[in-house]
């Protein structure tokens, strides 16, 4: 394990729960290895990633960082796994409301008593359109982060995974299906985060 510089001593709780651990050279295979596991009835919850670059950086400093160096450091920070679909209805949402809010204003615009078919087409072309780019900008910004944030931890060597397993039959399973899907450096350790 590697040293990462900090200036204040942290208390680290872990519990006594075992955690299976593997690192993903792609987003493909880990999300495989995720719709597995969950498939065998392993919680969302008890599955974790790499927290962001941001979030690494407040909690370990700024030291650089390689995947191998975090699978077994409880002060690794962790965060949810956001799959393919999840995103698209993020993104489906963001653009979605924008449109509507656009929408809505060109119609309030047309309920007006003085209003003519000119005045709502108007309407439509000014409050409908600029409005719907706007959040289909926002929702390609929000792929581009997701994608970015799985970009730079295969940078860094990988996507780290972690499985917290309540049993002996959960922690083999877990295994069996990430290496399955080219998890690399699986392994267990008998505590989790």
Do not use: C
Not at 68 to 94: Q, W
Not at 117 to 133: F, K, N
């Amino acid at each position: 394990m590697t040293t990462m510089d900090t200036d204040k001593v942290e208390k680290i709780t872990v519990i006594n729960i075992p955690e299976a651990v593997g690192v993903f050279d792609s987003f493909e295979t880990l999300q495989a290895a995720f719709y597995d596991l969950r498939s065998v009835g392993i919680h969302h919850s008890d599955i974790s990633l790499l927290a962001r670059q941001e979030v690494l950086e407040e909690k370990l400093g700024r030291a650089y960082w390689q995947a191998p160096d975090l699978e077994d450091d409880p002060r690794a920070p962790r965060a949810i796994f956001v799959s393919e679909e999840a995103m698209g209805e993020l993104e489906g949402a963001i653009a979605g409301g924008f449109f509507f809010v656009g929408s809505y204003i060109a119609m309030a615009a047309m309920l007006t008593p003085a209003s003519t078919l000119a005045a709502s087409i108007a309407a439509i072309a000014i409050g409908g359109g600029p409005v719907a780019v706007i959040g289909t900008l926002l929702a390609r910004r929000a792929d581009k982060r997701h994608r970015d944030y799985y970009d730079n931890q295969i940078r860094h060597g990988g996507i780290l995974m972690w499985v917290r397993t309540r049993d002996k039959e959960r922690e083999e399973l877990a295994v069996k299906i990430m290496k399955g899907h080219s998890g690399r450096d699986v392994h267990v350790h008998g505590w989790s985060e």
